[in-house]
């Protein structure tokens, strides 16, 4: 009985703690992930992909998210996660990306010709990189940069 009693104590006490909810990091407490912006071209002599350097550690269990700046409607900013598709009447072109621990690739991937591609398809792309820890993949939607930035603590990102 007298366990019974300790034990419901502790439950009661436990349940009364409050605090911010947040995503725990590896030592517990809240966690920013390391994120940067890039622009870049996509072109033939490159041959439509591009690799980027971290520049800052990563862990083996780390996940990388990818977003593309797909479209700016009134001078609000659209951010899509990759991978993103588009349809032509000739093929499709898909912008994608994979990782490693220390770089990301950022490349086209598709049935058209890339070659016949207007400019605003392959030049002047903007990405923003987010490297989150694998714990916190599948707790949350990763397809919102903003519930992104606002969990990890991201309030700007660096321009490369």
Same mark, same amino acid.
């Given at each position: 009985m007298k366990n019974l009693i300790t034990l419901l104590?502790?439950?009661?006490?436990?349940?009364?703690?409050? *605090?911010?909810? *947040?995503?725990? @990091? !590896? %030592? *517990? @407490?809240?966690?920013v992930s390391p994120a940067f912006e890039i622009e870049? %071209?996509? +072109?033939?002599? $490159?041959?439509y992909e591009f690799f980027e350097p971290y520049g800052f550690n990563t862990f083996p269990a780390d996940v990388t998210l990818v977003y593309i700046l797909w479209d700016v409607q009134n001078g609000q900013e659209i951010w899509r996660l990759l991978p993103q598709t #588009?349809?032509?009447?000739? *093929?499709?072109?898909?912008? $994608?990306? %994979?990782?490693?621990r +220390?770089? #990301? !690739?950022?490349?086209? %991937?598709? +049935?058209?010709?890339f070659n016949t591609l207007d400019n605003s398809w392959t030049r002047n792309q903007v990405f923003? &990189? &987010? &490297? #989150?820890p694998a714990d916190n993949v599948g707790k949350q939607d990763f397809t919102d940069i903003n &519930? #992104?930035?606002?969990?990890y603590g991201i309030k700007s990102f660096e321009k490369r």
């Open positions: 104590f502790i439950s009661a006490i436990l349940m009364t703690c409050e *605090g911010p909810q *947040g995503i725990p @990091g !590896r %030592d *517990g @407490g809240l966690i870049l %071209d996509f +072109t033939n002599a $490159n041959n #588009v349809e032509f009447n000739d *093929g499709s072109l898909m912008y $994608n990306f %994979d990782f490693t +220390t770089e #990301v !690739r950022f490349f086209l %991937d598709g +049935t058209v010709d923003r &990189v &987010v &490297v #989150v &519930v #992104v930035m606002a969990s």
